[in-house]
C-alpha cells in the first residue's frame, strides 16, 4: 500500500543528541512538548495549595497527568491518513455517547454531563472538543474550497447537533468551545463574507429566542451579574467579587505561597478547578500569572507554526482548529475569572484540576505532534 505521506523521524544523533534523536524517533515536537511539562508542573504546585494540601487530590492529578501524557505519545504515533478514516466514526460515536448522557447521564450540582463505566467516570462532550475539529476538517478537506453552499451546510448541521446536545446537559462553557473548534475549521476552510455576515445576523437575532427558551435560569443571573455582582453579593455575584479580591491582593509579589487568604479560608468557590488563576495571582502575584503566560504564549506560538507548515489541507484545518480551541479555552476562562465574560464554568487548560478535560487536551496536542511530523513523499524519499 501506497502512501502519500511518511513519518520524518531520522535526526543524527550527533547534532541534537541521542535523547533528543529520541524523542523524535518517537514524534515528539520538543518545542511544544517542553512548555507542556512546565505548565503541568505549575499546574500541580498551584493545585496543591488550591486544594487546601489534599493528599489525595494531588495523587490523583498525578495520576490525571500520567494518563495524559500517555496519551500524548500514543497519539502522537497516528498517521493522518488513518485519522481521516477514522474521523466520522469518532464523531458519530461521540454523539453516540452524547446522547447516553441525556438517557443514562450521571448527575451532580444540577448538571447531567457524565457517563459511568463503575470504574472510571468521564465526560462525553470533552471528546467532542477534539472529535468535531476531526471531523469537520475531513469533510470539508474532500472537497475543493473554498466550500460549497451544500458542504457548508452540512458542516454547520455538524456542529449544531453537538452543540445542542452539550448545551442541554446543561454545560453552556463545553458547548460553546466545541462550536468554535468547528467554527474554526469552516472559517479557515475559506469561507466567504457574506456567509459570516449571514451567521453574525442569524447569531443577533437568535439571542431573544435564546435568552427565552435555551437559557436556564441560573445561566441567565449569571449573565446579568456580569454587569453589577454587587447586586448579588451572596448569590451569583460571590465567585466574581471572591476572584477580583484575590486578584488584586496578589499585588506584583503575591502573598506566599499556600499562604493566600481567599483560597486558604475557603472564600474562593471552584478554587481547584475554575477560579485557580485567581490563586496563582493571590499567592504568587503578578510575575507568577507573567511566567504561566510565557508557558501558554510559547505552546499558542508552536500550534501555529506547525499549522503554518501543514502539508495538506487536512491537516491544516484540523491544526488551525485544535490550537484555536486551546486558544478559546484559555480566553474564556481568564475572561470569567477576571469578570469580563459570564461564568459559563471552563477550566484553565492544563491547570485546572480534572482527567477527561486533561486527557482530551493531550490527544490534542498529540495529533498536533502528528501533523508537526508527517512530512510529503517525495521520488528522492522513496
Do not use: C
Not at 269 to 278: K, L, N, Q, V, Y
Not at 307 to 324: D, M, V, Y
Request: aromatic share 12%; proline share 4%.
Amino acid at each position: 500500500m501506497s502512501h502519500d505521506f511518511e513519518r520524518v523521524s531520522q535526526v543524527s544523533s550527533r547534532d541534537l543528541g541521542a535523547r533528543i534523536a529520541f524523542l523524535r524517533l518517537l514524534h515528539i515536537d520538543l518545542w511544544l512538548f517542553i512548555p507542556l511539562v512546565l505548565l503541568s508542573v505549575a499546574g500541580l504546585v498551584v493545585l496543591y495549595s488550591a486544594s487546601g494540601q489534599s493528599e489525595p487530590m494531588m495523587t490523583a492529578q498525578i495520576r490525571n497527568l500520567f494518563i495524559a501524557f500517555a496519551v500524548l505519545l500514543i497519539t502522537a504515533q497516528l498517521r493522518l491518513e488513518t485519522l481521516k478514516i477514522v474521523s466520522p466514526y469518532v464523531f458519530a460515536l461521540g454523539l453516540v455517547l452524547l446522547v447516553g448522557v441525556a438517557f443514562f447521564g450521571v448527575g451532580a450540582k444540577g448538571a447531567q454531563r457524565w457517563l459511568s463505566l463503575g470504574f472510571i467516570r468521564f465526560q462525553p462532550s470533552e471528546i467532542m472538543k477534539v472529535a468535531m475539529p476531526l471531523a469537520i476538517a475531513w469533510w470539508l478537506s474532500k472537497k475543493a474550497l473554498p466550500p460549497t453552499s451544500k458542504s457548508l451546510l452540512i458542516a454547520a448541521m455538524m456542529v449544531a447537533v453537538p452543540s445542542f446536545l452539550i448545551l442541554q446537559q446543561p454545560d453552556l462553557g463545553t458547548s460553546l468551545l466545541v462550536a468554535s473548534s468547528g467554527l474554526a475549521v469552516i472559517y479557515m476552510a475559506g469561507i466567504q463574507w457574506r456567509y459570516i455576515l449571514s451567521l453574525i445576523f442569524a447569531a443577533l437575532v437568535s439571542i431573544w429566542p435564546a435568552w427565552v427558551f435555551v437559557l436556564k435560569d441560573y445561566q441567565k443571573q449569571r449573565i446579568l451579574t456580569l454587569f453589577n455582582p454587587e447586586s448579588d453579593r451572596l448569590g451569583a455575584g460571590w465567585n466574581i467579587i471572591q476572584s477580583k479580591t484575590a486578584i488584586g491582593s496578589g499585588g506584583w509579589e503575591g502573598l506566599g505561597w499556600t499562604q493566600g487568604s481567599q483560597a486558604q479560608l475557603d472564600f474562593l468557590p471552584e478554587g481547584h478547578t475554575d477560579f485557580i488563576i485567581a490563586v496563582l495571582a493571590e499567592e504568587f502575584g503578578f510575575r507568577g500569572v507573567s511566567l504561566l503566560f510565557v508557558f501558554y504564549a510559547a505552546i499558542l506560538l508552536r500550534g501555529l507554526v506547525i499549522t503554518w507548515r501543514a502539508q495538506s489541507s487536512f491537516a491544516r484545518l484540523l491544526a488551525g482548529a485544535l490550537i484555536t480551541t486551546f486558544f478559546f479555552g484559555l480566553v474564556v476562562n481568564l475572561g470569567m475569572v477576571s469578570g469580563l465574560l459570564p461564568v459559563v464554568g471552563v477550566p484553565l487548560p492544563m491547570v485546572s484540576y480534572g482527567g477527561t478535560a486533561m486527557v482530551s487536551m493531550m490527544v490534542a496536542f498529540g495529533l498536533l505532534m502528528a501533523i508537526a511530523t508527517e512530512k510529503p513523499v517525495t521520488r528522492a524519499m522513496r
